[in-house]
């Protein structure tokens, strides 16, 4: 009975569901925090000094290019 119930309110069974709202959103959220991630180890990364960046192989330069020239 509680499963016709729920079928009635017009919620599809789990298998023939869409992407729906709540996917989606967590599809978009994934999307931001995987482009926001660059810029944030860009900003620690520059707040380290001269010589920890090239024993890392990195160069402030190219950090600063990244970002826009644009400091933290």
Same mark, same amino acid.
């Given at each position: 009975?509680? *499963?016709? /119930? #729920? =079928?009635?309110? =017009?919620? %599809? &069974? /789990?298998?023939?569901? $869409? +992407? $729906?709202?709540?996917?989606? *959103?967590? %599809?978009?959220?994934?999307?931001?925090? @995987?482009?926001?991630? &660059?810029? #944030?180890?860009?900003? #620690?990364?520059?707040?380290?000094?001269? /010589?920890?960046? *090239?024993?890392? $192989?990195? @160069?402030?330069?190219? +950090?600063?290019? *990244?970002?826009? $020239?644009? &400091?933290?």
């Amino acid at each position: 009975m509680m *499963a016709r /119930a #729920y =079928g009635e309110i =017009g919620v %599809a &069974p /789990a298998g023939s569901r $869409g +992407h $729906g709202v709540v996917r989606r *959103a967590v %599809a978009r959220m994934n999307h931001v925090r @995987d482009r926001q991630m &660059p810029r #944030y180890v860009n900003g #620690y990364q520059l707040s380290l000094d001269d /010589a920890t960046l *090239a024993t890392f $192989g990195f @160069d402030r330069e190219t +950090h600063e290019r *990244a970002l826009g $020239g644009s &400091p933290i």
